[in-house]
């Protein structure tokens, strides 16, 4: 049997299907997209060949294009503190508690199985002002003021309030993980440092989390890799607004193809996002050593 | 090389089997026949649930004519409107349109009537008489802007209006609906001192706060204004009307006449709001009749037309009249039993709008009895219109439409004042 997968053919006849899809599906759209954004295109008639026009017209002229960059970054990181440190100190808490552990694991992991537009539902209804939601509802016990307090419209945190309900959704996927992998901890470690006079504390931060930095690493970048591409709690929760206040690189290509029908601009917007995610992905695994010491 | 023919010959099966797939969708949107050549099956694509009009009545007249022709039926429904544009484009871009399919007057009417797919409905209604029945509001809505002929079906008959509850106005002492939008600001703030909501808007959708900026314009100019922003002729700051809307929306949304958080609330929830006994005045229409049906029934709501723009000449239409959301015959795909379809469509017309999809009928028919009272007592402000009210999205290039959307909403919370919001509108066209 392991002979078998030593062979170089029993390898490609693995590798190929998987291939294939990702060719089809990834490398193609891709390719296309780059095709399009040569084009002023509205998606329906005659298609205009105008060079790197979209692309110049992007990069100089475009100052909302440039503040969806900004607010994905932002995004980004609210996503990342959230889903992989939330994750890490929840699955820290959980892996410490004997009782209900189970019952705990499984309602925090609950929203990850929600689809997201539920999710977006029952935040717009938690978070409404009229009627008052029970958000608001609540606060008003502590400042009357506050229900009417607006979370979604309000330019100056709807783009904090829907990377939370992002987060919110994923926290217990990464908090799985990081159990899974903390209780993968040899315990004669844990304990040679408890003999040696560590705290608790001290025992995670200096030998239970070291040790499972490779998982770390590996959540981070699939939260940065998601977060990057998010598009569905900005559009069905503000709609990328007010204005432009909770607009993404995603939610800003998808408006300029599909609801400007720019197909040539929003496929260079496309593009471009694909850029972005390819260079913050190489500088992520070039800070973190690319996984080599795993 | 032996490898390498395995791996073409892999590929050429993966091709054949994505080539079947794509066959398969394409012959689900064209005209099926069987072997003989003749039809067996009328397909449709429409916007919305089975629970929206459009699919309401269409579903009942296929159902019908397909039961007695013994043909079989297909409706293909996209509920999000920009997902059911992209579908059409689809469509469009492929030649592959369905026999009748969803299409607003405008930029995608123009696509489908570029590629020949429309049956001109005009020629089609005049052969079987009821061009003469049909409501002139409705017809110079669906008039083909460039070339005056008609090749879009109405929905059904929407007339829009104000409705208020009568119990507010009363505790405010309002005794009269207001006529000028002076009067209805006025309105406002004495329910605005009463603690009471004045206005219920869904501005989460942008049609919602669209509406808002157009009134003026189209009391005034009727679609001079809009034709003409778009075309580069006329701009915010050049008409007086249009000024008058932007302060007018400045003002409503930011002396706290809407709702609180009203930018985040959609049009549905304002319906559940306003019938549920939130706010005193709602822009709605006939399209909630159903809802309103009980309050109104008991007397506890009242309704109004457009207001005037105090200071310019108003046309007499106060009532925006419009045909949702129209749809269009595939031309490619028009045969005999299309045309049978047609006319017995329009022949049955009136019965589906009243009894299956609640709306008004487009055509000039007596009301059936044992409709709500709402019908009958609108019915008069709408009777006898020949202008139709202008969709802003109808007329405007998509591109400045989302932007127009972006900026109308900063300027309903007073994120940004009229002077900007002009500005920037104003740069979006090229004069």
Known sequence: ?294 | MRKMKKVLSLAMTAAMTASLLTGMGAVTASAKKSDDGKRTKITALLKGTESTEQYKTFDYLLKNFCDEKGLDYEIELVNDMQDYFTKLQMYINSDTLPDIFGCPNGTLSKACKDIDALVNVGDELERNGYDEKLNGAIRDFLTDADDGNMYLFPQGLYCEYFMYRKDIFEKAGIKDAPTTWEEFEEDCQKIADQGEIPVIVGGSDAWQLMRYLSFSPWRVTGSEFIEGYQAGTDSFSDNESAKYAVNLLSDLGTKGYFEPGFASVDFTSACNLFFGGSGAIFYTGSGQISLAEEMYDNGELGFFPVPDTEGMDNMSTNVPVHAGFAEGFNKATYDDTMQEFFDYMCENFTDACYNQAQVFSPFNEELPEGLPQLYYDTQPMFEDAETAWTSWDDKLDSDVMTKIVDEQQQLAQGIIKPDEFIKTCDSLVKK
């Open chain 1, 1 to 294: 049997m392991q002979k078998a997968f030593g062979k170089k053919s029993v390898i490609f006849l693995f590798i190929f299907p998987a291939f294939l899809i990702y060719t089809a599906f990834v490398i193609v759209s891709i390719v296309w997209a780059g095709y399009y954004s040569f084009f002023d295109w509205s998606g329906v008639g005659e298609k205009v060949f105008v060079g790197f026009k979209n692309y110049i017209e992007l990069l100089t002229q475009d100052d909302v294009f440039r503040s969806t960059v900004w607010h994905t970054l932002i995004y980004t990181v609210i996503n990342v503190a959230i889903q992989v440190f939330g994750g890490l100190l929840f699955a820290i808490l959980l892996s410490r508690i004997k009782k209900g552990r189970v019952a705990l694991q499984t309602l925090y992991y609950i929203p990850v199985v929600i689809s997201s537009v539920a999710i977006c539902q029952i935040f717009t209804k938690l978070l409404s002002v009229t009627p008052t939601g029970i958000v608001n509802q609540v606060l008003s016990f502590i400042d009357p003021s506050l229900k009417l307090m607006e979370w979604i419209s309000n330019p100056q945190i709807s783009l904090y309030v829907t990377a939370f309900v992002e987060a919110y959704k994923y926290l217990g996927l990464y908090m799985v993980i990081f159990y899974a992998a903390l209780i993968g901890v040899p315990d004669e470690l844990g304990e040679a440092a408890l003999i040696d006079g560590a705290s608790t504390w001290q025992e995670y931060l200096y030998v239970r989390i070291p040790y499972i930095k490779p998982v770390i690493i590996a959540n981070c970048l699939l939260v940065l890799n998601g977060s990057l591409r998010s598009f569905e709690f900005s559009y069905l929760l503000t709609h990328g607004g007010p204005g432009n206040a909770s607009e993404l690189m995603t939610t800003y290509m998808y408006k300029q193809a599909f609801s400007s029908m720019k197909y040539g601009y929003g496929s260079s917007v496309a593009i471009m996002i694909v850029i972005i995610c390819m260079v913050v992905g190489m500088l992520f695994r070039k800070f973190t050593g690319g996984g080599d010491d795993e």
